[in-house]
């Protein structure tokens, strides 16, 4: 098993290098950027700052495992989440949480809450996401968005907000249903799967909001204090990038949203800042998020380190 798990990090530490090569080797206005000592100090804040955005959107799947009855530390969740999201890469926008999975069993989670769990959480940032860029499409209309041709009609937006307030109601029974079966199927006793309470799905959302939030901080950084533009602000990125965001996601065949999100952000930053800047600025996101990925990775293996010396101090106590 531990020979597996290193080489599950080596092949997911070699997966972040190689799609940082293929940024970097874009030609593109990042290659032609001069970096000065302000912008490298910009572009390790914006990365810092990303991670953080990683880190409090992991704690939803702590509160999700906590509200189902599951007892994993906050601290061990995140650092899951963390190791698991490299996969992401890999097309298909499947594979990370299949290395979630993996993780949480050897933790000694339940199938089924960690399957449950991971629906809702899939559900309630999309269904997060399009509710920010609903507003955003609402509030700034076509003076941001009318260069994307992407763009989903507002109705689709509303109805997937509607559509995540009813599923998890439906999606407890099809689950429990589905537990039984698999209980029986091993001759063992069912557990119960439990629904999250409305408290718990609302500290979720609270989350998700304030981690889009940090992502168009991150936006922000990078635009005011690398290409030194002028306009826009946090409010508006963050609508910004949840549009971009949700259109990457529902994007088939798209590894993390890999090119059509930086599509989107470029013609909806264009109004904002210009063409030739929103190209720089979607190009470093990519950047930062890619380096950002690997640094959130390196930070769940310090985190799952820290969790097992102090289990272990713990039981020696």
Same mark, same amino acid.
């Given at each position: ?8 990090? $080596? ?178 006793? $069912? ?127």
């Amino acid at each position: 098993m531990k020979a597996l798990t290193r080489l599950g990090n $080596a092949i997911a530490i070699l997966a972040v290098a190689f799609f940082l090569y293929l940024t970097l080797s874009q030609p593109s206005l990042v290659a032609q950027l001069a970096l000065g000592l302000e912008q490298g100090y910009a572009l390790l804040a914006a990365v810092v700052v990303y991670v953080a955005a990683m880190s409090v959107g992991a704690l939803n799947w702590a509160v999700l495992l906590r509200a189902v009855g599951e007892s994993l530390p906050a601290a061990s969740a995140v650092s899951i989440v963390l190791l698991s999201q490299a996969a992401k890469y890999i097309p298909g926008n499947v594979a990370h949480h299949g290395g979630r999975i993996v993780l949480g069993r050897r933790q000694g989670l339940s199938l089924t809450n960690m399957l449950f769990t991971l629906f809702l959480e899939t559900l309630w940032v999309i269904a997060i996401g399009s509710l920010v860029a609903l507003v955003a499409i609402i509030v700034a209309g076509e003076r941001i968005f009318s260069g994307v041709r992407q763009l989903p009609q507002w109705w689709i937006l509303g109805g997937i907000v509607v559509a995540a307030l009813i599923a998890p109601v439906l999606s407890h029974r099809l689950f429990e249903h589905l537990a039984r079966w698999w209980a029986a199927r091993r001759g063992e006793e $069912a557990r119960r799967v439990r629904l999250p309470s409305a408290r718990a799905f609302s500290v979720v959302s609270l989350l998700y909001v304030i981690n889009y939030l940090i992502l168009g901080l991150v936006v922000q950084l990078i635009a005011t204090r690398v290409f030194h533009a002028q306009g826009g602000g946090v409010l508006l990125l963050t609508g910004i990038f949840a549009v971009a965001w949700i259109i990457g996601f529902i994007t088939p065949g798209a590894p993390a949203g890999l090119g059509v999100r930086e599509l989107v952000l470029v013609a909806a930053l264009t109004p904002v800042y210009g063409r030739e800047t929103a190209i720089g600025i979607a190009a470093m996101l990519r950047v930062v998020t890619v380096i950002g990925d690997g640094a959130a990775f390196l930070f769940g293996l310090g985190l799952a380190r820290w969790v097992r010396h102090r289990q272990a101090a713990s039981s020696e106590a």
